[in-house]
């Protein structure tokens, strides 16, 4: 693993500039990564699963497949009721109808209750966006990095421990929350 220290910016050119004063302190171009981090909830691999009051936001592939299910099953649990009741092909179809309404509703409701889980999640994320400056360190050039990104008015100045390759911050989790720069140890 390899230590890394980090600070924020608002711009590109903001932290283009602190890379430029690394560069005179010292640093090699391989050890410094810019790369904009976005907003929280936005860090998702699959499409977004948010519920408003008017409903889902996306109907995103979780969504749809939720529905899909409940709709198929609710429709053979339907027909397999009410086949033995009746044998009458109207009766069927409409047990079938009704049994599909039902089954969708209920993965419409396991599909609510996942976004409402993923929106959870995403309120207690605390890293903020902007234009991350990490700095590939050593022990011994740490509280130098650090001291270049505070007096350039980096926001949240934080350490990590992590996995540096080819001069980038390889595995970077943007919902990990950081660790100021002063509580490391």
């Known amino acids: 693993m390899s230590l890394i ?3 924020r910016f608002t711009t590109f050119p903001a932290a283009e500039a602190v890379a430029e004063k690394l ?7 391989e050890d410094v990564n810019l790369f904009f981090v976005n907003p929280r909830g936005q860090h998702a691999r699959h499409a977004f699963h948010a519920a408003t009051s008017q409903g889902p936001v996306l109907l995103s592939p979780h969504f749809t497949r939720n529905f899909t299910a409940g709709a198929v099953a609710g429709a053979v649990v ?3 009721l009410f086949a033995g009741l009746s044998g009458s092909l109207p009766v069927m179809v409409l047990a079938a ?3 599909a309404w039902i089954g969708a509703w209920i993965g419409i409701s396991a599909s609510r209750q996942h ?9 207690h994320e605390m890293r903020s966006s902007g234009v991350l400056l990490a700095v590939h360190v050593s022990p011994e050039n740490q509280a130098a990095a650090a ?4 007096e350039a008015g980096a926001a949240d100045v934080e350490r990590a421990s992590g996995r540096w ?16 720069y002063g509580k490391a140890a």
């Open 147 to 150: 001291e270049v990104l505070r």
């Open 115 to 123: 976004a409402a889980a993923h929106h959870e999640r995403v309120l």
């Open 78 to 80: 339907g027909v397999v």
């Open 23 to 29: 560069f005179a302190r010292g640093f090699v171009e």
């Open 5 to 7: 220290v980090a600070g």
């Open 97 to 99: 109808g009704v049994g």
């Open 165 to 180: 390759q080819g001069g980038h911050w390889a595995d970077f989790d943007p919902t990990r929350t950081p660790e100021p």
